[in-house]
């Protein structure tokens, strides 16, 4: 099985180059390397020649410039053009802190009939430079209301056959709304045991500001896991059998 990271990149201002590259550094370390990179962005790249240069011999590299008007579909975009049979999603702001954690995830994934994984996670605040404790993910009903405890989706790998695009008229909460529809139609994921990522968190990123659309998105989330029949087979987001999950 070949193995995609998918890097939706938002950076028009050339502000976060470093975070990109703390990321890419931290890929290159991998024990596995990963067939490809993708990177997506509704914009030019200004540094990206400097990043196809640091990497060489690395990986392979690829750039595409897409007309996405959000993260989900930048990362939707990502997605569809990867190749690999097995995806990891990573954000620019993020980065690996375990030189194994593509090999584990790769490992736990191709022997197990279950279908997507989630790492476990701590949080770097780049305001105090403070790293905040090591999280494990869990899956609870209360995803329904925007309480995530699962992480971002920097955690995130899975089998490209089970693949449900994120939904992208929504800007906060569309990964809660994505692990329900994963969990309701594919059941709950592997946790791994071990920490791997360490998300960032920074004024500037989109969570920032897209928090102000949290209740308008609780009702969209609602409205697409259908309260009536919530965490039943009747949930209007679990697919019927003749509907496709891969583009």
């Given amino acids: 099985m070949k193995l995609s990271v998918c890097v939706p990149v938002f950076d028009p201002t050339q502000m976060y180059s470093a975070h990109l590259i703390q990321l890419l550094k931290s890929l290159a370390l991998q024990t596995m390397k990963p067939d490809e990179v993708i990177m997506t962005a509704n914009h030019d790249l200004a540094y990206l020649e400097n990043l196809k240069e640091m990497m060489m011999g690395k990986f392979k590299l690829v750039f595409r410039r897409n007309e996405s008007s959000g993260s989900a579909e930048n990362t939707n975009h990502a997605i569809s053009i990867s190749k690999g049979e097995l995806v990891k999603i990573m954000h620019q702001d993020d980065f690996f802190v375990n030189n194994k954690a593509l090999d584990l995830t790769y490992k736990s994934l191709h022997n197990s009939e279950k279908v997507w994984r989630v790492s476990r996670f701590d949080r770097l605040v780049e ?10 993910p869990k899956i609870t009903r209360r995803l329904i209301n925007g309480v995530n405890n699962i992480g971002a989706p920097s955690g995130l790998a899975f089998k490209r056959s089970a693949f449900i695009p994120f939904d992208e ?32 968190i920074h004024d500037g990123q989109a969570s920032s500001w897209a928090v102000k659309l949290l209740q308008q998105e609780i009702v969209l989330t609602k409205q697409n896991h259908d309260r009536n029949h919530l965490f039943t087979s009747k949930c209007r987001c679990v697919l019927q059998k003749n509907e496709t999950m891969v583009w």
């Fill in 127 to 136: 305001r105090t430079s403070l790293v905040h404790r090591e999280s494990k």
């Fill in 169 to 200: 008229e929504m800007k906060y909460m569309f990964d809660c709304d994505w692990y329900l529809k994963m969990w309701h139609n594919w059941g709950k994921p592997i946790i791994s045991k071990d920490l791997e990522v360490r998300i960032r």
